[in-house]
T-cell receptor, first 114, second 107 residues
Framework: DGGITQSPKYLFRKEGQNVTLSCEQN?????MYWYRQDPGQGLRLIYY???????QKGDIAEGYSVSREKKESFPLTVTSAQKNPTAFYLC?????????????FGSGTQLSVL | EDQVTQSPEALRLQEGESSSLNCSYT??????LFWYRQDPGKGPEFLFT???AGEEKEKERLKATLTKKESFLHITAPKPEDSATYLC????????FGTGTSLTVIP
């Protein structure tokens, strides 16, 4: 079945450590997104990518980095510069930007600080 | 400022007690409004897309409607398995998400 796979489901970060969240899709979608979800807040956009080897910052990019070396993969690194990383992270995709197409979501990664 | 506001934040219903969830929005150049269902610890699951005022979509016990300023998600005779958080999102220049309505249906 086509879909978006996020791993791991749970991740723990130590002080000063960088951690990487994986996102893989087999939907043949061009556009991929990373959102952060905190209790009581709407989803906030971290980064998005419309095409391989290109990506743009979202509303809360500070302390995060991404890469898009393959169409299927869009990993997110939470760096030590992100001082409040505890949140639920969602990866999403859709065929292309500029269309009225819905977002497809992965199952999420819960990141916590040790 | 583009934004989406959902109400109520939380809703408790008895099984079979119908109600509505509200999503009001202000966005320049609305290109679509989306409803998602999210279970705890999982990603949002798509329910409906609405594109223009007056449009309605139905799926089982759920019916979504759209006006120029808001959308409603009507839940008819809900069951406990309908318990979840319901998210509303609009797309203008980018996607804007509401904070969701947490629905609990009591047997």
């Amino acid at each position: 079945d086509g879909g978006i796979t996020q791993s791991p489901k749970y991740l723990f970060r130590k002080e000063g450590q960088n951690v990487t969240l994986s996102c893989e899709q087999n939907l043949n979608h061009d556009a991929m997104y990373w959102y952060r979800q905190d209790p009581g807040q709407g989803l906030r956009l971290i980064y998005y990518s419309q095409i391989v080897n290109d990506f743009q910052k979202g509303d809360i990019a500070e302390g995060y980095s991404v890469s898009r070396e393959k169409k299927e993969s869009f990993p997110l690194t939470v760096t030590s510069a992100q001082k409040n990383p505890t949140a639920f992270y969602l990866c999403a995709s859709r065929p292309r930007t500029g269309l009225n197409e819905k977002l497809f979501f992965g199952s999420g990664t819960q990141l916590s600080v040790l | 400022e583009d934004q989406v506001t959902q109400s109520p934040e939380a809703l408790r219903l008895q099984e079979g007690e119908s109600s509505s969830l509200n999503c009001s929005y202000t966005v320049s150049g609305l290109r679509g409004l989306f409803w998602y269902r999210q279970d705890p610890g999982k990603g949002p699951e798509f329910l409906f897309t609405l594109y223009s005022a007056g449009e309605e979509k139905e799926k089982e016990r759920l019916k979504a409607t759209l006006t120029k300023k808001e959308s409603f998600l009507h839940i008819t005779a809900p069951k406990p398995e309908d318990s979840a958080t319901y998210l509303c999102a609009v797309i203008g220049i980018q996607f804007y998400f509401g904070t969701g309505t947490s629905l609990t249906v009591i047997p």
